[in-house]
């Protein structure tokens, strides 16, 4: 198996430790469309490797609504190798907010989406944390800047599905 095929695999962690700095990622866009249409396709974690630049899989379990305590598996390529994540919802509010917090992988990480109506749709703000562990430590400056970058393009992907392409139908939201 070459290095560029390596899987990671995740590992257990946990987020009690307080002696953790975070790498903190937060941005927002408008969506020029109602919360529940947006919320029903962002909201929906099984949707993101069609707005998420590197990942290649997302398996939520069980699947439909994420719910909280329902669990995700994201498998996202990071400097060419597969990284697997292993990630716990642990909030669920319908047209408000996601939160998750991972459980497994090469690096601690929690996140949320925030969706707020605006005058013109909604305001979508995806938050990222990673923690400041190993390469995230070493790359610190410059790896927060591509990850801002590709964070960036990644909401401007979703707002163009959302508002022009094939994408601009919710996906597997709501049951």
């Not at 490797?49 to 996202?76: C, F, N």
């Not at 909030?91 to 907010?97: G, W």
Request: aromatic share 6%; charged share 20%; with cysteine.
């Amino acid at each position: 198996m070459t290095a560029q095929h390596r899987l990671v695999e995740a590992r257990p962690h946990t987020h009690q430790r307080s002696d953790i700095q975070w790498l903190h990622l937060q941005q927002s866009i408008t969506i020029a469309r109602p919360v529940s249409h947006v919320f029903d396709f962002a909201g929906a974690y099984e949707n993101d490797p069609a707005w998420r630049s590197g990942v290649l899989e997302m398996v939520q379990d069980p699947a439909g609504i994420p719910t909280v305590g329902a669990t995700t598996r994201e498998v996202l390529r990071v400097l060419g190798r597969r990284q697997v994540t292993v990630a716990q919802v642990v909030a669920y509010e319908p047209d408000v907010r996601t939160a998750f917090v991972s459980i497994g992988g090469s690096t601690p990480v929690r996140g949320s989406r925030r969706f707020e109506a605006c005058a013109e749709g909604t305001r979508f703000t995806y938050e990222l944390e990673l923690a400041r562990t190993g390469l995230v430590r070493l790359l610190g400056p410059v790896l927060a800047h591509s990850l801002n970058r590709d964070l960036a393009a990644n909401l401007k992907r979703l707002k163009q599905q959302l508002e022009n392409g094939p994408g601009s139908r919710p996906g597997a939201g709501r049951a």
